[in-house]
């Protein structure tokens, strides 16, 4: 898979999504995330996708948004099993999706990130991020 031309504005994606509070916040990452040329961005869009459907009162357009962005997450992470960042964002929206969607491999992505945390090729102040949103989210 090419991984394109801009892979040094990851760590600028990275910090963006993890700061997206409000609406107009996740439609400005959005837009700009549509922006860079780095395969290992997609994790990251996929899951501000599903984070649309925070910002939707209406159940049938908060369920596309999940859909679409689970799609493309779970067809990256097909593809990329290794991929510690892809995990870690299905890990994240496991956490917050609601329980009735059934959207459930957390113990797995949990054990993988877990494993493999410490060989990763990731700035270690992102490891830590990692690791504490992990925590927050998680009585383990």
């Known amino acids: 898979m090419n991984s394109g031309t801009d892979c040094n504005k990851m760590p600028k994606v990275r910090s963006e999504f993890h700061a997206i509070i409000t609406e107009d ?4 990452f959005l837009d700009n995330v549509k922006t860079v040329d780095c395969d290992l961005k997609t994790p990251y869009l996929a899951s501000a996708i599903m984070r649309q459907a925070e910002f939707t009162n209406w159940p049938f357009r ?5 859909k ?7 067809d990256y992470i097909a593809e990329n099993p290794n991929n510690i960042e892809a995990r870690y964002m299905r890990l994240l929206c496991q956490l917050n999706a609601p ?3 059934n959207y459930d491999d957390k113990e797995e992505d949990r054990d993988f ?3 493999h945390i410490k060989t990763a090729n990731l700035p270690e102040d992102f490891k830590q991020t990692m690791l504490f949103n992990i925590k927050k ?3 383990k």
């Open 113 to 115: 990130i877990n494993t």
């Open 25 to 28: 916040e996740l439609d400005l």
């Open 99 to 101: 329980s009735f969607l």
């Open 137 to 139: 989210h998680t009585n």
């Open 68 to 74: 679409e962005g689970k799609d493309v997450l779970e």
């Open 62 to 66: 908060k369920l596309n948004y999940f």
